[in-house]
T-cell receptor, first 114, second 114 residues
Framework: GAVVSQHPSWVICKSGTSVKIECRSL??????MFWYRQFPKQSLMLMAT?????????EQGVEKDKFLINHASLTLSTLTVTSAHPEDSSFYIC??????????FGDGTRLSIL | AQTVTQSQPEMSVQEAETVTLSCTYD???????LFWYKQPPSRQMILVIR??????QNATENRFSVNFQKAAKSFSLKISDSQLGDAAMYFC???????????FGKGTKLTVNP
């Protein structure tokens, strides 16, 4: 099956720093990548959708300047949480898909801001 | 807007028994996809099964099968011969209307008792 790699799996950093999370589709070219946030015991909340070479489309309420998304190639998308604060602590999950195929998810990143 | 409802926050089943998880959705589209994803404690999102709305035949993957009732907008998941490894959160999801976005239900936590 399709493999999506997400790195790092867990990161702890100080308040005010920026954190970059990578999402790679290892065995297919993804036309679209998605970024989700998941709070404890809740469902996935879509943050943004990104297509290679174009700007990401953010969901309502998601701060574009806080959560920077770059989709550099058909196999790589990055999410940068800028000037992170404790309220940004969460579980972030990416997924990748291509036309007519289901989304395949990375293993997620647990972000803890001290 | 499309919505997905999972009315059972928690379910439990005895090992080797059968359990059915409920999902209903609301859409005005005629062509769409429905999914069941499994999220074990590791928090990895695993695709369990996918159903295409234009196919009348219910999808099946080994011990997992769905009961897709298009007119009733119902999409339940049946797990046969339940195993301890089936314990997880199960999310029902919808994709349609020309969008690749997934709309998730709130999830059902399945416990498998030995």
């Amino acid at each position: 099956g399709a493999v999506v790699s997400q790195h790092p799996s867990w990161v702890i950093c100080k308040s005010g720093t920026s954190v970059k999370i990578e999402c790679r589709s290892l065995d297919f070219q993804a036309t679209t990548m998605f970024w989700y946030r998941q709070f404890p015991k809740q469902s996935l909340m879509l943050m943004a959708t990104s297509n290679e070479g174009s700007k990401a489309t953010y969901e309502q309420g998601v701060e574009k300047d806080k959560f920077l998304i770059n989709h550099a190639s058909l196999t790589l998308s990055t999410l940068t949480v800028t000037s992170a604060h404790p309220e940004d602590s969460s579980f972030y999950i990416c997924s990748a898909s291509r036309v007519t195929q289901p989304q395949h998810f990375g293993d997620g990143t647990r972000l803890s801001i001290l | 807007a499309q919505t997905v409802t999972q009315s059972q926050p928690e379910m439990s089943v005895q090992e080797a028994e059968t359990v059915t998880l409920s999902c209903t959705y609301d859409t005005s589209e005629s062509d769409y996809y429905l999914f069941w994803y499994k999220q074990p404690p590791s928090r990895q999102m695993i695709l369990v099964i996918r159903q295409e709305a234009y196919k009348q035949q219910n999808a099946t993957e080994n011990r997992f099968s769905v009961n897709f009732q298009k007119a009733a907008k119902s999409f339940s998941l049946k797990i046969s011969d339940s195993q301890l490894g089936d314990a997880a959160m199960y999310f029902c999801a919808y994709e349609g209307g020309g969008s690749e976005k997934l709309v998730f239900g709130k999830g059902t936590k399945l416990t498998v008792n030995p």
